[in-house]
C-alpha cells in the first residue's frame, strides 16, 4: 500500500509559477513510476506528466511540454510538479499518482496507475 499527499496548490496569477509536492509514505517509493494528472470542472481526468522509477525518464503532456518539469527525490520520498508559464486552461484539480507496473507507452493512462491522492487544486487567474 502506498499513500500519496499532494501540497502546494493555490490561486496565481496567469504567468506566474507554483510547485506541487506529492509525499508518498507506505512501500518502497522508488519502485514505483509516479505520474501527475489533472481534471477541470466538466472534463475527464487528463495525463500531466509522469517520471519513471530512477528518475531518468520523463514524459509529459504537449499541453505542458515546455512549461512543466516534474522530477523526484528519492531519499525525501517526493515527487514534485514545477509548473511555469501557468495559463488559466491549467485551472483543475491536480492529482499524484503511483504505478508499480505501467511500461512507458502507457504511462499517460489512468487506469495503470495503482494509487492515487486527494488532490490539490490549482487555479490560474486570467
Known amino acids: 500500500q502506498v499513500q500519496l499527499v499532494e501540497s502546494g496548490g493555490g490561486l496565481v496569477q496567469a504567468g506566474g509559477s507554483l510547485r506541487l509536492s506529492c509525499a508518498a509514505s507506505?512501500?518502497?517509493?522508488?519502485?514505483?513510476?509516479m505520474g501527475w494528472f489533472r481534471q477541470a470542472p466538466g472534463k475527464e481526468r487528463e495525463f500531466v506528466a509522469a517520471?519513471?522509477?530512477?528518475?531518468?525518464?520523463?514524459d509529459y503532456a504537449d499541453s505542458v511540454k515546455g512549461r512543466f518539469t516534474i522530477s523526484r527525490d528519492s531519499a525525501k520520498n517526493t515527487v514534485y510538479l514545477q509548473m511555469d508559464s501557468l495559463k488559466f486552461e491549467d485551472t483543475a484539480v491536480y492529482y499524484c499518482?503511483?504505478?508499480?507496473?505501467?511500461?512507458?507507452?502507457?504511462?499517460?493512462?489512468?487506469?495503470?496507475?495503482?494509487?492515487w491522492g486527494q488532490g490539490t487544486q490549482v487555479t490560474v487567474s486570467s
Open positions: 517520471i519513471g522509477w530512477t528518475g531518468g525518464s520523463t
Open positions: 499518482a503511483a504505478s508499480r507496473w505501467a511500461y512507458r507507452g502507457r504511462w499517460h493512462v489512468p487506469d495503470k496507475y495503482d494509487y
Open positions: 507506505g512501500r518502497t517509493f522508488s519502485g514505483y513510476v
